[in-house]
Protein backbone atom coordinates (compact mmCIF):
# COMPACT_ATOMS: atom_id res chain seq x y z
CA UNK A 1 0.00 0.00 0.00
CA UNK A 2 1.37 3.57 -1.03
CA UNK A 3 -0.08 5.09 1.92
CA UNK A 4 1.99 2.74 4.17
CA UNK A 5 5.17 3.80 2.65
CA UNK A 6 4.52 7.45 3.36
CA UNK A 7 3.94 6.66 7.27
CA UNK A 8 7.19 4.32 6.88
CA UNK A 9 9.18 7.59 5.35
CA UNK A 10 7.64 9.87 8.22
CA UNK A 11 8.46 7.34 11.20
CA UNK A 12 12.14 7.55 9.37
CA UNK A 13 12.84 3.56 8.81
CA UNK A 14 15.66 3.04 6.97
CA UNK A 15 15.17 1.18 3.12
CA UNK A 16 17.18 -0.41 0.86
CA UNK A 17 16.67 -1.67 -2.67
CA UNK A 18 17.07 -5.17 -3.56
CA UNK A 19 16.67 -5.95 -7.04
CA UNK A 20 15.52 -3.75 -10.28
CA UNK A 21 12.24 -2.76 -8.64
CA UNK A 22 11.70 -4.32 -5.19
CA UNK A 23 12.16 -2.00 -2.19
CA UNK A 24 12.55 -3.73 1.21
CA UNK A 25 11.82 -1.25 4.68
CA UNK A 26 13.53 -3.03 7.72
CA UNK A 27 12.20 -2.08 11.07
CA UNK A 28 14.02 -0.04 14.31
CA UNK A 29 15.94 -3.26 14.33
CA UNK A 30 17.86 -4.80 11.95
CA UNK A 31 16.03 -8.35 12.47
CA UNK A 32 12.77 -6.73 11.16
CA UNK A 33 12.25 -6.90 7.32
CA UNK A 34 9.24 -5.95 5.70
CA UNK A 35 8.66 -5.29 1.73
CA UNK A 36 6.41 -2.18 1.44
CA UNK A 37 3.57 -4.73 0.50
CA UNK A 38 4.04 -5.96 3.73
CA UNK A 39 4.04 -2.81 6.11
CA UNK A 40 0.89 -3.33 8.49
CA UNK A 41 -0.06 -0.07 9.40
CA UNK A 42 -3.15 -0.16 8.01
CA UNK A 43 -4.27 -3.51 9.98
CA UNK A 44 -2.08 -3.23 13.67
CA UNK A 45 -2.87 -0.79 16.59
CA UNK A 46 0.63 -1.78 17.37
CA UNK A 47 1.86 -0.38 14.06
CA UNK A 48 -0.12 2.84 14.07
CA UNK A 49 0.24 4.22 17.86
CA UNK A 50 3.66 4.92 17.78
CA UNK A 51 2.69 6.95 14.18
CA UNK A 52 -0.15 8.95 15.84
CA UNK A 53 2.32 9.29 18.95
CA UNK A 54 4.98 10.57 16.89
CA UNK A 55 2.49 13.23 15.64
CA UNK A 56 1.29 14.31 18.97
CA UNK A 57 4.90 14.41 20.08
CA UNK A 58 6.56 16.27 17.38
CA UNK A 59 3.68 19.09 17.41
CA UNK A 60 4.33 19.42 21.12
CA UNK A 61 8.37 19.92 21.08
CA UNK A 62 7.91 22.12 18.14
CA UNK A 63 5.19 24.30 19.76
CA UNK A 64 3.22 24.20 16.15
CA UNK A 65 0.26 24.62 15.63
CA UNK A 66 -0.49 22.04 13.79
CA UNK A 67 -4.66 21.54 13.57
CA UNK A 68 -4.90 17.52 15.43
CA UNK A 69 -9.12 17.66 15.39
CA UNK A 70 -9.63 14.85 12.82
CA UNK A 71 -6.65 12.39 14.41
CA UNK A 72 -7.67 13.21 18.12
CA UNK A 73 -11.14 12.34 16.53
CA UNK A 74 -10.67 8.70 15.19
CA UNK A 75 -8.49 8.33 18.27
CA UNK A 76 -11.63 8.64 20.25
CA UNK A 77 -13.73 6.54 17.98
CA UNK A 78 -10.70 3.69 18.53
CA UNK A 79 -11.87 2.34 14.85
CA UNK A 80 -8.00 1.74 13.43
CA UNK A 81 -9.38 2.45 9.37
CA UNK A 82 -10.44 6.52 10.71
CA UNK A 83 -7.37 6.64 12.80
CA UNK A 84 -4.82 5.07 9.72
CA UNK A 85 -6.81 7.94 7.11
CA UNK A 86 -6.46 10.21 9.79
CA UNK A 87 -2.57 10.03 9.86
CA UNK A 88 -1.85 9.78 6.51
CA UNK A 89 -3.93 12.69 5.84
CA UNK A 90 -1.78 14.24 7.97
CA UNK A 91 1.66 13.31 6.81
CA UNK A 92 0.39 14.13 3.24
CA UNK A 93 -0.37 17.63 3.97
CA UNK A 94 2.40 18.49 6.46
CA UNK A 95 4.49 16.92 3.55
Known amino acids: MKDNKIIAEF?????????LKQEVIYGLNQDDWYTSDNLNYHLSWDW???VANEIIK???EQNADWDLTDLKYA??????ELVYKAVVEFIKDRG
Open 11 to 19: MGLPKEKVG
Open 48 to 50: LMP
Open 58 to 60: SRD
Open 75 to 80: LQTTNI
